[in-house]
């Protein structure tokens, strides 16, 4: 017992001092059409999983193209009620989740209008009201619009700013907001990029799902395992024997969890960078330019495309070869194919997060020492190098370690869509804790992004990252 005692103890220590060391945690709303579909209730069981690692601000119920006149805000007071049942046992296993009353009181309604028939005079809302007055807290964070339906409630806080602020002031506000929607699913979210250029957005635009990168996370893909997202995998590990939030976690109508890549880049892990879309993570990647629709396919939305008038963060392509595990020798080996593709971006990382998952929905019933946690890399240097051709760029993490005691792996591997040296950089042996790579000849200072991938051999095994950005410089 006192053994036992012991490892609950030590664990605590390790695994706060480890994500006390996280960056400032992500602020962020909600914008929900819930129940318009089951996953927006799947992705909300998700959500108060890492209700510890983002600052959630608000959940507000909202309307879309499926949903156009109602909003739901008890669907997500069901879901937090549930929360509320496993958060004492979430806190053994890592500090800091709401008390689920704390998260109650930041449900709000929008108006139970579609798109921009609730925008203009006469047409605020608590949910519209409350974007504004998080806005104006004395806190310089940015502000994250997760949006999973309709985007009228931003709209509507939007127009406001922009009637009753100063224009400094309406500046100041809007400088701080952050967007990330699941597609257009009014006609607002093309208002919003019109009228506020300058305005951080990212969006698959079009009425085409097919063609937007968000739908990585429930594509069935060729020629990779996707038991992650098959309705029994989701039943065993997510939905039974798993406690309330598990209970209230929907079968699948659609598309499994369609609204979680627009939160996924904001859960600190080492490799998302939420202010960098370009610089890809568990959300996808995504660049900034203004794209063409004059190929795009009318899909089922009924959100009309309209012409782009500015640059958004949109899609944008990987090349991708997976490493497999290799029977014999080196421990791990590249793929015989290799895929390509904006969804690519997230889907690459879906094994990864999806059994993050699957190990926290663990956390709602088990104790610390029945569960897994994630390793902790430890970099033996900068995450930042600055090298010259020709010269040897030495990587090393051999203070990383598993607060569960697992055994663990290493893969460096070159991510060059992220940087701007394009030819791929390997390193031999890719899977040791330390190796590194001659810097290649360049004629202008290059950058390359170094991804650190540790991953155990827990039960499900879990990845945390490390990303280095190295800066090449010319002789």
């Known amino acids: 017992m006192l053994k036992k005692i012991f490892f609950v103890f030590l664990f605590s220590f390790i695994i706060n001092a480890a994500f006390a060391q996280d960056m400032a945690k992500n602020r962020v709303i909600i914008l929900t059409d819930i129940e318009a579909d089951p996953d927006d209730t799947q992705s909300l069981v998700r959500l108060?999983?890492?209700?510890?690692?983002?600052?959630?601000?608000?959940?507000?119920?909202?309307?879309?193209?499926?949903?156009?006149?109602?909003?739901?805000?008890?669907?997500?007071?069901?879901?937090?009620?549930?929360?509320?049942?496993?958060?004492?046992?979430?806190?053994?296993?890592?500090?800091?989740?709401?008390?689920?009353?704390?998260?109650?009181?930041?449900?709000?309604?929008?108006?139970?209008?579609?798109?921009?028939?609730?925008?203009?005079?006469?047409?605020?809302?608590?949910?519209?009201?409350?974007?504004?007055?998080?806005?104006?807290?004395?806190?310089?964070?940015?502000?994250?619009?997760?949006?999973?339906?309709?985007?009228?409630?931003?709209?509507?806080?939007?127009?406001?700013?922009?009637?009753?602020?100063?224009?400094?002031?309406?500046?100041r506000l809007i400088a701080k907001l952050r967007v990330y929607t699941i597609s257009d699913q009014d006609d607002s979210g093309i208002w919003i990029r019109n009228n506020f250029p300058e305005l951080f957005y990212v969006v698959s635009p079009g009425d085409?799902?097919?063609?937007?990168?968000?739908?990585?996370?429930?594509?069935?893909?060729?020629?990779?395992?996707?038991?992650?997202?098959?309705?029994?995998?989701?039943?065993?590990?997510?939905?039974?024997?798993?406690?309330?939030?598990?209970?209230?976690?929907p079968d699948v109508a659609w598309g499994v969890e369609g609204d979680t890549p627009a939160f996924l880049s904001l859960i600190p892990n080492g490799l998302n960078e939420a202010e960098h879309p370009e610089w890809g993570g568990w959300g996808g990647r995504y660049e900034l330019y203004k794209p063409d629709f004059s190929k795009t396919k009318d899909g089922s939305s009924i959100v009309e495309i309209a012409p782009e008038t500015r640059e958004i963060w949109t899609n944008a392509n990987d090349?991708?070869?997976?490493?497999?595990?290799?029977?014999?020798?080196r421990a791990v080996k590249k793929a015989q194919k290799s895929f390509d593709g904006y969804k690519v971006t997230l889907w690459r990382w879906r094994d990864e997060f999806q059994n993050d998952f699957a190990?926290?929905?663990?956390?709602?019933?088990?104790?610390?020492?029945?569960?897994?946690?994630?390793?902790?890399?430890?970099?033996?240097?900068?995450?930042?190098?600055?090298?010259k051709s020709g010269e040897y760029c030495a990587l090393d993490a051999f203070d990383s370690f598993d607060p569960d005691g697992d055994s663990f792996s290493f893969l460096w591997f070159h991510y060059?869509?992220?940087?701007?040296?394009?030819?791929?950089?390997?390193?031999?042996?890719?899977?040791?804790?330390?190796?590194?790579?001659?810097?290649?000849?360049?004629?202008?200072?290059?950058?390359?992004?170094?991804?650190?991938?540790?991953?155990?051999?827990?039960?499900?095994?879990?990845?945390?990252?490390?990303?280095?950005?190295?800066?090449?410089?010319?002789?």
Not at 371 to 387: D, G, K, R, W
């Open 208 to 249: 085409d799902y097919e063609t937007a990168t968000w739908t990585g996370i429930n594509t069935v893909v060729e020629d990779i395992d996707n038991t992650t997202i098959s309705n029994t995998w989701i039943s065993e590990n997510i939905q039974q024997n798993h406690g309330p939030l598990g209970a209230v976690y």
């Open 319 to 329: 090349n991708y070869t997976p490493y497999v595990p290799n029977s014999f020798g």
């Open 359 to 387: 190990a926290r929905m663990d956390w709602c019933q088990k104790d610390v020492d029945e569960a897994n946690h994630p390793p902790v890399p430890v970099l033996s240097h900068s995450n930042q190098i600055t090298v």
């Open 48 to 171: 108060m999983l890492y209700a510890n690692q983002v600052d959630i601000e608000g959940i507000v119920a909202a309307t879309s193209c499926w949903h156009t006149s109602q909003v739901n805000p008890e669907s997500v007071k069901r879901v937090i009620k549930a929360y509320e049942k496993v958060q004492p046992n979430l806190l053994k296993h890592e500090k800091g989740f709401p008390e689920a009353e704390k998260l109650l009181k930041l449900v709000k309604s929008g108006l139970p209008k579609y798109g921009m028939e609730g925008v203009g005079k006469g047409m605020d809302s608590e949910g519209s009201d409350w974007i504004i007055k998080v806005l104006e807290e004395d806190d310089d964070r940015p502000l994250w619009i997760s949006t999973w339906g309709g985007v009228n409630t931003l709209a509507q806080a939007l127009y406001k700013i922009e009637k009753t602020k100063r224009k400094k002031e309406a500046r």
């Open 416 to 475: 060059p869509e992220a940087g701007s040296y394009k030819q791929t950089i390997n390193f031999v042996p890719e899977n040791a804790h330390n190796t590194g790579f001659t810097a290649p000849r360049v004629e202008k200072p290059e950058t390359a992004h170094i991804i650190l991938k540790v991953s155990d051999k827990g039960e499900p095994n879990l990845t945390r990252y490390k990303r280095i950005i190295v800066t090449i410089l010319p002789r």
